[in-house]
């Protein structure tokens, strides 16, 4: 097997991605490898700051009646957001994004560990991979959200998504 020089965590703050950071933490250290952390942030364009009350053509999944076109689920159309809304939400996701980097650097300055921190945007399993390429990963490692039952036939888990899109090995932390 060939030396894994290059480590990369998926964190994103939960307990889950925090066993994932501390494993990917001593992996590197005992294998002398870099370490990179990576958090993608997945913005709901259609519902992120929309009150649902007002707009209830924007909930997350509409249906025809039954017995019309079969319960197809309709995409909403984007409505334009006025630049207050825009300045208000860029300003929520800014202070969760520097929260969520001060944490991964927290966890690291704790163990005396030299990683680099990444955000990136879009759908998390997806970006994980896209990441690990792009820099040259050797490891992907991942936290395990104890998913079941219909939830995960339905949404599947990112861990496993991950799993299946990585050409490299992935390590699912438990």
């Known amino acids: 097997m ?9 964190f994103d703050g ?77 300003e929520k996701n800014s202070k969760q994004i520097m929260a969520l980097e001060n944490e991964a650097k927290q966890i690291l300055d704790r163990h005396h560990v030299q990683a680099d921190v990444a955000v990136s945007y879009g759908e998390p399993s997806e970006g994980i991979v896209t990441y690990a390429k792009e820099n040259n990963g050797d490891l992907i490692v991942v936290g395990s959200r104890d998913m079941s039952g219909l939830k995960k036939l339905i949404f599947g888990s990112v861990s496993e998504k991950v799993s299946q899109r990585a050409s490299i090995p992935v390590l699912i932390a438990k």
């Open 14 to 90: 939960t307990d889950d991605s925090k066993e994932a950071l501390e494993l990917g933490i001593r992996m590197s250290k005992k294998m002398d490898s870099n370490l990179s952390v990576i958090y993608i942030h997945k913005e709901n364009l259609f519902t992120e700051g929309v009150d649902q009350a007002s707009t209830p053509l924007l909930s997350p999944v509409h249906s025809y009646p039954v017995g019309g076109v079969g319960n197809i689920p309709v995409v909403p159309i984007p409505q334009e957001h006025s630049s207050d809304r825009e300045t208000v939400l860029n």
């Open 2 to 10: 060939n030396s894994l020089k290059h480590v990369v965590v998926a």
